[in-house]
């Protein structure tokens, strides 16, 4: 199984990362881990070249950052981006924040960062991993008007939006959320489990409330299979499958 969204890159790692990866190597086939930030891409390259074929990474500007990042910032972290593509599997988080942004110019300059964004994985021909938070039906908008495909929506939560986002082809990400939040769970119920991928958004979303790894993968598979009535062998290999097609990851890892 792949844990399809962490950020290993993040400080909570700093003391122990490679055991971290080491627990994660005895119980997972891969990890993806999201460089969200210029200053994180360095160490997230590093991390892809040193656990090969188990660590790989998707990269952009999380919209969280909009006010810190300048414009010359974003076009110098694309050009690495584009001259590290090999190293890259995947383009986000990227999308909206409605939460912690709330200026009307600043959620127009997420807007246009985000179509930047979607520009950019058109080009590499990379799938866009999206963040939406309180903000899923204008990122709805700007993925319909820029026609992007190959979508994954991390940490779905928008119940009324889940047809379309099935039906536009997208896959949805399930986390911890799902052990604690009726909306979460509802979602999982209603969606096709050909269109999950399993996600920890570590160090973030503990189930015990702690600081969470990626083998925490499993215990949101065994309530998905909990929710959907079917074994928990079932979820583990379909949700593989579907994180090996959706990146195109190499089929012997």
Partial sequence: MIDCHCHLENEAYSKDRKEVLERCKK????????????????????????????????????PIYIKEISAQEIDDFISKIKENQDKTIGIGETGLDYFHIKETEWRQKQK????????????????????????????????????????????????????????????IGANAMILKSKNHKKIIRDAPIEKILLETDSPWLAPDGGRNEPTAIKAVAHKIAQIKKLQFEQIWSCCEKNAIEFFNLPKQI
């Avoid at 997972?28 to 790989?56: Q, S, W």
């Avoid at 319909?144 to 047809?163: D, I, R």
Wanted: with cysteine; net charge positive.
């Fill in 27 to 62: 119980e997972l086939k891969g990890v993806i881990t999201c460089c969200a930030h210029p200053r994180d891409f360095d160490l997230t390259m590093k991390l892809v070249e040193k656990y090969k074929n188990f660590v790989f990474a998707t990269v952009s500007a999380h």
């Fill in 112 to 171: 246009e960062l985000f179509t930047k964004f979607i520009a950019l994985a058109k080009e590499l021909k990379k799938p866009l991993v999206i963040h939406s938070r309180d903000s899923a039906e204008d990122v709805l908008k700007i993925l319909e008007q820029e026609n992007a495909k190959e979508v994954y929506w991390h940490m779905f939560g928008t119940k009324k939006l889940l047809k379309k986002v099935i039906d536009n082809g997208y896959f």
